[in-house]
Nanobody, 124 residues
Framework: QVQLVESGGGLVQAGGSRRLSCAASGRTFSSVAMGWFRQAPGKEREFVAS????????YYADSVKGRFTISRDNAANMVYLQMNSLKPEDTAVYYCAATYFSMIVTGPAAYDYWGQGTQVTVSS
């Protein structure tokens, strides 16, 4: 069992930055991959970024590549999403997720555990 708790959402102006945090607990993370997803009103949940915990390999959606960075703190069991150069279209509820697939996966159905989400609103 894995528990995930996101934090760090809020209101930010376009062009600004925000760092989201995900506190993970409940099992060892040497064999999982972590992901960040987002869901805007009226839209499907979409992949943002993924990280293979044991190898620190990362992968990003084209829409955020070069602006967002996913990272982890092994000792603290934390995953972060650093978001720079934010745009109004980045406005969404952001979710942290974990999967037992120790590989990059972008489909939400592959993820076994989800946090409650944190709202990020980017004003123009």
């Amino acid at each position: 069992q894995v528990q995930l708790v996101e934090s760090g959402g809020g209101l930010v102006q376009a062009g600004g930055s925000r760092r989201l945090s995900c506190a993970a607990s409940g099992r060892t993370f040497s064999s999982v991959a972590m992901g960040w997803f987002r869901q805007a009103p009226g839209k499907e949940r979409e992949f943002v970024a993924s990280l293979i915990w044991s190898r620190n390999v990362t992968y990003y959606a084209d829409s955020v590549k070069g602006r967002f960075t996913i990272s982890r703190d092994n000792a603290a069991n934390m995953v972060y999403l650093q978001m720079n150069s934010l745009k109004p279209e980045d406005t969404a509820v952001y979710y942290c997720a974990a999967t037992y697939f120790s590989m990059i996966v972008t489909g939400p159905a592959a993820y076994d555990y989800w946090g409650q989400g944190t709202q990020v609103t980017v004003s123009s």
